[in-house]
């Protein structure tokens, strides 16, 4: 069974920085994409942004130019480095990997979900 493991949300006034970081664990041959998600009560989740394992990225809109996504494969681990936060920022920040296990089957996992929130 694989784990995703979130840490780093919590409270932040506008304008600061919070680093999200996510780390998978478990029966994992190799990871192809790993990402952040966002998501508020009665909206859709939307992307953030996602990473390869050869390090491409891909950012959505609302986030692009103040964030950074990275990834560490040898710790199975992806980041998210925010800055300049804005209180339309504050949601449910889940993180997404998209792995093979070793008999070959592909899943699509979430994450628990960490709250972030920023206070105008």
């Known amino acids: 069974q694989v784990q995703l493991v979130e840490s780093g949300g919590g409270l932040v006034q506008a304008g600061g920085s919070l680093r999200l970081s996510c780390a998978a664990s478990?029966?994992?041959?190799?990871?192809?994409?790993m990402g952040w998600y966002r998501q508020n009560p009665g909206k859709q989740r939307e992307l953030v942004a996602t990473i390869t394992s050869g390090g491409s990225t891909d950012y959505g809109d609302s986030m692009k130019g103040r964030i950074t996504i990275s990834r560490d494969n040898g710790k199975n681990t992806v980041y998210l480095q925010m800055n300049s936060l804005k209180p339309e920022d504050t949601a449910v920040y889940y993180c997404?990997?998209?792995?093979?296990?070793?008999?070959?089957?592909?899943?699509?996992?979430w994450g628990q979900g960490t709250q972030v929130t920023v206070s105008s």
């Open positions: 478990g029966s994992i041959f190799s990871i192809s994409v």
């Open positions: 997404n990997a998209r792995y093979r296990t070793y008999v070959g089957t592909l899943y699509n996992h």
